[in-house]
T-cell receptor, first 113, second 115 residues
Framework: GENVEQHPSTLSVQEGDSAVIKCTYS??????FPWYKQELGKGPQLIID?????GEKKDQRIAVTLNKTAKHFSLHITETQPEDSAVYFC????????????FGSGTRLSIRP | GAVVSQHPSRVICKSGTSVKIECRSL??????MFWYRQFPKKSLMLMAT?????????EQGVEKDKFLINHASLTLSTLTVTSAHPEDSSFYIC???????????FGQGTRLTVV
């Protein structure tokens, strides 16, 4: 089955700086790569996703890059703000089902004022 | 985006009793729903896949007799934790997808505490 590895597990950055979270996956059939943000006591919220036919996607301060050959993808948050503090999860659903989310281990991002 | 509603958001039950959690897709038909479990400061672990009108598929290590899943309609799946024990205390989250190649939408989660 799919195996998703995520790092770092914790990340602390100064407000205004950039944050990068990286993930690798094992199933070469995976073709959809979402990123989720989870705030305390809430369900995960989709913040950006990318499909395997593109290498990069950007939405305001958030961007995701994908390297299918190397089977890794990354989340980039620029100009970080206090409200970006949360736990972020990458995911790589198996190729057979985009909605069957297999989560990475999570990254706790803290933004220092 | 589509809305998935989970109820209740919090529940406390006595050890040995059963508790039911509901997951509803409010504005779309969910052919497949998924149930996850999350322990404090851990990731979400997939427990089972629920398909409308058929038996759920459980992940390895998940007791199907302990966690009963019913997906009787295209908008509702339920998870019943039977004979709950304190170690079943956790955050349970559902998600729903409209089809095989569509994204999943997550509920807000249910905090279960067994005392």
């Amino acid at each position: 089955g799919e195996n998703v590895e995520q790092h770092p597990s914790t990340l602390s950055v100064q407000e205004g700086d950039s944050a990068v979270i990286k993930c690798t996956y094992s199933d070469s059939a995976s073709n959809y790569f979402p990123w989720y943000k989870q705030e305390l006591g809430k369900g995960p919220q989709l913040i950006i996703d990318i499909r395997s036919n593109v290498g990069e996607k950007k939405d305001q301060r958030i961007a995701v890059t994908l390297n299918k050959t190397a089977k890794h993808f990354s989340l980039h948050i620029t100009e970080t703000q206090p409200e970006d503090s949360a736990v972020y999860f990458c995911a790589a659903p198996p190729g057979s089902s985009a909605s069957k989310i297999i989560f990475g281990s999570g990254t706790r991002l803290s933004i220092r004022p | 985006g589509a809305v998935v509603s989970q109820h209740p958001s919090r529940v406390i039950c006595k050890s040995g009793t059963s508790v039911k959690i509901e997951c509803r897709s409010l504005d779309f038909q969910a052919t497949t729903m998924f149930w996850y479990r999350q322990f404090p400061k851990k990731s979400l672990m997939l427990m089972a896949t629920s398909n409308e009108g058929s038996k759920a598929t459980y992940e390895q290590g998940v007791e199907k007799d302990k966690f009963l899943i019913n997906h009787a309609s295209l908008t509702l799946s339920t998870l019943t934790v039977t004979s709950a024990h304190p170690e079943d205390s956790s955050f349970y989250i559902c998600s729903a997808g409209a089809g095989v190649n569509t994204e999943a939408f997550f509920g807000q989660g249910t905090r279960l505490t067994v005392v």
